[in-house]
C-alpha cells in the first residue's frame, strides 16, 4: 500500500487549507482512512477519521473547523481545514487501516505534509 498526500503549506491564522491523501495498492473492502499530525516536541495524534461508509471521528480540537470527507472510487481521502490556528502548525499524516474478516487490522502511513499556521 502507498500514499501520496498533498496540499500542505503556509497559511495565515484563520486561513484554510485542504489537505489530500490518494492511496494505491491492497485495500481491503473494509478500511478505515485519515489523518494524523505531530507538532515539534509531542506526540502524534489523531485529527480525524472516516471509515468506507462514511463514519466520521473527530479531535476535540478540530470539532467544527476541519471535515474529513473520501472518495471511495478514487481511494482518497481528504481534510478541509479551516480557521485554521498557530496550534494546528505541525507535519500531517495520512493513515489507511485494512480491517480483515477477523477484526485484524493493518495500518500504513504516508510520508507527512508540512503545515505551518503563521502570520
Known amino acids: 500500500v502507498q500514499l501520496q498526500a498533498s496540499g500542505g503549506g503556509l497559511v495565515q491564522p484563520g486561513g484554510s487549507l485542504r489537505l489530500s491523501c490518494a492511496a494505491s495498492?491492497?485495500?481491503?473492502?473494509?478500511?478505515?482512512m485519515g489523518w494524523f499530525r505531530q507538532a515539534p516536541g509531542k506526540q502524534r495524534e489523531m485529527v480525524a477519521d472516516i471509515t468506507g461508509g462514511g463514519t466520521t471521528n473527530y479531535a476535540e480540537s478540530v470539532k467544527g473547523r476541519f471535515t474529513i470527507s473520501r472518495d471511495n472510487a478514487k481511494n482518497t481521502v481528504y481534510v478541509q481545514m479551516d480557521s485554521l490556528k498557530p496550534e494546528d502548525t505541525a507535519v500531517y499524516y495520512c493513515?489507511?487501516?485494512?480491517?480483515?474478516?477477523?477484526?485484524?487490522?493493518?495500518?500504513?502511513w504516508g510520508l507527512g505534509t508540512q503545515v505551518t499556521v503563521s502570520s
Open positions: 493513515r489507511l487501516k485494512n480491517i480483515n474478516y477477523r477484526g485484524g487490522t493493518f495500518e500504513y
Open positions: 495498492g491492497s485495500i481491503f473492502s473494509r478500511n478505515a
